[in-house]
């Protein structure tokens, strides 16, 4: 079997790159050792975030959601885009600063972020309690939001397949050929199949994907777990986040309560068992954020990884082996930066001009002094 490129995982980096080439006319396939968004992306809590600290994310967020917002047309498939916003909390006049600081480079980029206080915050979420967040105000940003990481990724990928590309499930890639410095193709457990291009989009995976070419990533995994809670009658559309906390909560359409929140025994590594600790300690902080929530029933928790870099940020584009590009290190974030992230990643592999500058995401970036993205949550 040949391919042009082939890409390894199918979650929403994945499938969305796979459908930006086929859009291209790239012959494409994509290799899934599960099934389609099985891994960090079916795991995630799905928000849609504008607000960063650094203008990279802030720039690649924008430029998300803008697609994001005409997604479901140009898919023909609704995604379950809901813009109710983003409210992160501001605990101390220390960060109090640093959100100044936030809000005028995101307004500055077009990001229509701001400061509110006591009265908005409770007409925005009316649920929430700023004594028991130990918060002094917010920052908010009303076209942040959310998008159901399942739609999203199989409308993706069901378009990418009309359009020409290949998925193979249950197709675990095992090796990475690779002669002269360049990419000779892949080796799965169904066989091998020779490409120009090799795409690591394996998520918390990249690290052992990329080995297999003999390169080393500073990728490390992370387990994070969240819980969903029985539904309850609409109470706030915005995502309730604390960077101080590591809180994130939001009530979904049918009306659960969905988050997360670091379990105070985290450690590196891929452990995939729920903890109690995540539970005992969710729980009591979401009755601190929202009182009315302390007696709500739970009725599942999960875990995911996070594919964590030092800095926080992406890892995008090429290595020292020619074709082997890279699309990982998401550290949390890969879902909401997803749309922009698979243009990026096609107009390199097409030899196209990138519509945004990507040099502070490329792994050389690790060679020298790195700069750590400070709005990240989980």
Same mark, same amino acid.
């Given at each position: 079997?040949?391919?042009?490129?082939?890409?390894?995982?199918?979650?929403?980096?994945?499938?969305?790159?796979?459908?930006?080439?086929?859009?291209?006319?790239?012959?494409?396939?994509?290799?899934?050792?599960?099934?389609?968004?099985?891994?960090?992306?079916?795991?995630?809590?799905?928000?849609?975030?504008?607000?960063?600290?650094?203008?990279?994310?802030?720039?690649?967020?924008?430029?998300?959601?803008?697609?994001?917002?005409?997604?479901?047309?140009?898919?023909?498939?609704?995604?379950?885009?809901?813009?109710?916003?983003?409210?992160?909390?501001?605990?101390?006049?220390?960060?109090?600063?640093?959100?100044?600081?936030?809000?005028?480079?995101?307004?500055?980029?077009?990001?229509?972020?701001?400061?509110?206080?006591?009265?908005?915050?409770?007409?925005?979420?009316?649920?929430?309690?700023?004594?028991?967040?130990?918060?002094?105000?917010?920052?908010?940003?009303?076209?942040?939001?959310?998008?159901?990481?399942?739609?999203?990724?199989?409308?993706?990928?069901?378009?990418?397949?009309?359009?020409?590309?290949?998925? +193979?499930?249950? %197709?675990?890639?095992?090796?990475?050929?690779?002669?002269?410095?360049? /990419? #000779? &193709?892949?080796?799965?457990?169904? @066989?091998?199949?020779?490409?120009?291009?090799?795409?690591?989009?394996?998520?918390?995976?990249?690290?052992?994907?990329?080995?297999?070419?003999?390169?080393?990533?500073?990728?490390?995994?992370?387990?994070?777990?969240?819980?969903?809670?029985?539904?309850?009658?609409?109470?706030?559309?915005?995502?309730?986040?604390?960077?101080?906390?590591?809180?994130?909560?939001?009530?979904?359409?049918?009306?659960?309560?969905?988050?997360?929140?670091?379990?105070?025994?985290?450690?590196?590594?891929?452990?995939?068992?729920?903890?109690?600790?995540?539970?005992?300690?969710?729980?009591?902080?979401?009755?601190?954020?929202?009182?009315?929530?302390?007696?709500?029933?739970?009725?599942?928790?999960?875990?995911?990884? +996070?594919?964590? %870099?030092?800095?926080?940020?992406?890892?995008?584009?090429?290595?020292? /082996? #020619? &074709?082997?590009?890279?699309?990982? @290190?998401?550290?949390?974030?890969?879902?909401?930066?997803?749309?922009?992230?698979?243009?990026?990643?096609?107009?390199?592999?097409?030899?196209?001009?990138?519509?945004?500058?990507?040099?502070?995401?490329?792994?050389?970036?690790?060679?020298?002094?790195?700069?750590?993205?400070?709005?990240?949550?989980?």
């Amino acid at each position: 079997m040949k391919t042009d490129v082939a890409i390894i995982g199918a979650g929403i980096n994945g499938c969305a790159i796979a459908y930006e080439l086929a859009k291209r006319g790239m012959d494409v396939a994509v290799f899934e050792k599960k099934w389609i968004a099985s891994g960090d992306t079916g795991r995630c809590g799905a928000g849609i975030r504008q607000q960063w600290a650094t203008e990279e994310n802030a720039i690649l967020a924008k430029k998300s959601v803008e697609i994001f917002e005409k997604l479901s047309e140009e898919l023909n498939y609704d995604i379950g885009l809901r813009q109710g916003g983003y409210l992160v909390a501001i605990h101390s006049e220390e960060e109090m600063k640093q959100a100044k600081k936030n809000v005028e480079m995101q307004n500055r980029l077009g990001i229509p972020s701001r400061i509110i206080y006591e009265d908005e915050i409770k007409e925005i979420a009316p649920i929430l309690d700023l004594d028991g967040m130990e918060a002094i105000a917010a920052t908010f940003c009303h076209t942040d939001g959310h998008a159901n990481p399942f739609k999203t990724t199989y409308a993706y990928a069901l378009v990418a397949k009309k359009l020409g590309a290949k998925i +193979y499930k249950f %197709t675990e890639v095992k090796g990475i050929k690779v002669k002269d410095n360049q /990419i #000779e &193709g892949i080796l799965t457990d169904k @066989g091998e199949i020779k490409a120009n291009f090799v795409v690591n989009a394996a998520g918390a995976w990249s690290g052992e994907v990329a080995r297999m070419a003999g390169v080393e990533l500073p990728n490390k995994p992370v387990r994070k777990e969240a819980l969903v809670t029985e539904p309850i009658k609409r109470t706030f559309d915005c995502m309730v986040i604390s960077f101080k906390h590591g809180i994130y909560f939001s009530q979904q359409e049918e009306g659960q309560i969905l988050g997360g929140i670091p379990s105070p025994e985290e450690k590196t590594g891929y452990y995939f068992e729920p903890t109690f600790s995540f539970l005992k300690h969710m729980a009591f902080m979401l009755g601190k954020y929202a009182p009315q929530l302390k007696h709500i029933k739970i009725l599942r928790q999960w875990t995911g990884f +996070y594919d964590v %870099t030092p800095d926080a940020l992406p890892i995008l584009g090429k290595t020292s /082996i #020619e &074709g082997f590009i890279q699309c990982n @290190g998401f550290s949390g974030h890969g879902f909401m930066i997803s749309p922009m992230v698979a243009k990026l990643i096609a107009q390199i592999i097409c030899g196209e001009k990138t519509a945004l500058p990507i040099d502070n995401f490329s792994i050389e970036r690790f060679k020298g002094k790195i700069f750590k993205e400070k709005a990240v949550v989980g």
